[in-house]
């Protein structure tokens, strides 16, 4: 692998970039070497992670290639729902929005954000006109095959190919069948899975649930039922094992009873 030796400055003048944009996008931390000289901690990717002097050797091929590359950029009154971007170094969808015009002052966007890898849900507030980090994303049909470890491999319907995808990229997991098809939504610069969405509403079989009393029609009190997925939802207490119901897979809440 050959290796560049560039100044500080030369380099981030070779690179089109300021400072700040390599402290935020690959220089993790800092700290003092043995020696006592101020060292950096970055990369690129979770492969490429060294200690370098502030006058860095640089991999050509592949660091000083992605810093020179160019991102594109959004608005903040035109993201919507499923809209990717990073922010803070992190990748987040958008899962709500809205346009707010307060009786004084300027309009801004009100959000919910998603962190693509941890999961964790922000509300966010950006103003018009506030520009944002788009990550150009591809979504694509895989359909579920079976279950490996922590693993769940997916084929994609395309080209028929088979990928891993980890526990914590999926949502509404708990209710993932056999033979179901999700949208897949991969990084289209890197091909790397963000994650992958179930359909917000599904219908399942009530495998087991206690016995309700006959006429009992009351929707307030609620029981546990076990659904074909192995998962446990709370259903009123006139849902009886053998029915099917609907669930909503963002919070695995009951929606209703399903006649067959």
């Known amino acids: 692998m050959e290796l560049l030796r560039s100044s500080n400055r030369d380099f981030i003048e070779r690179s089109g970039r300021s400072l700040d944009f390599f402290l935020l996008h690959f220089f993790v931390s800092r700290q003092k070497n043995e020696e006592g000289r101020e060292a950096f901690f970055f990369g690129s990717s979770r492969k490429m992670k060294k200690y370098y002097y502030f006058c860095p050797f640089i991999c050509e091929n592949t660091f000083l290639a992605n810093c ?5 950029m959004i608005n903040a009154q035109d993201i919507k729902n499923g809209t990717c971007f990073r922010l803070d170094g992190k990748i987040y969808v958008v899962v709500e929005f809205l346009h707010v015009k307060p009786g004084k002052g300027n309009t801004f966007m009100r959000t919910k954000i998603k962190d693509v890898v941890s999961g964790a849900v922000l509300d966010r507030r950006f103003n018009i006109g506030e520009k944002l980090e788009s990550v150009r994303v591809e979504r694509r049909q895989y359909q579920f ?36 098809t999700l949208e897949v939504v991969s990084d289209a610069s890197t091909d790397t899975v963000l994650y992958a969405e179930m359909p917000v509403k599904v219908q399942m079989e009530v495998t087991y649930t206690e016995p309700g009393l006959r006429g009992d029609t009351a929707t307030n009190a609620l029981k546990p039922a076990t659904v074909e997925s192995g998962a446990t939802v ?11 119901i609907e669930i909503d897979t963002r919070d695995g809440s009951y929606i209703g009873r399903v006649k067959v």
């Open 145 to 180: 095959l079976y279950q490996e470890g922590d693993d769940y491999i997916f084929m994609n319907q395309e080209t028929f190919d088979q990928h891993p995808i980890a526990h914590d990229l999926i949502s509404g997991v708990d209710f993932l069948l056999e033979g179901m």
């Open 234 to 244: 709370r259903v009123p207490l006139f849902i009886e094992t053998g029915e099917t």
């Open 68 to 72: 020179q590359k160019q991102y594109d």
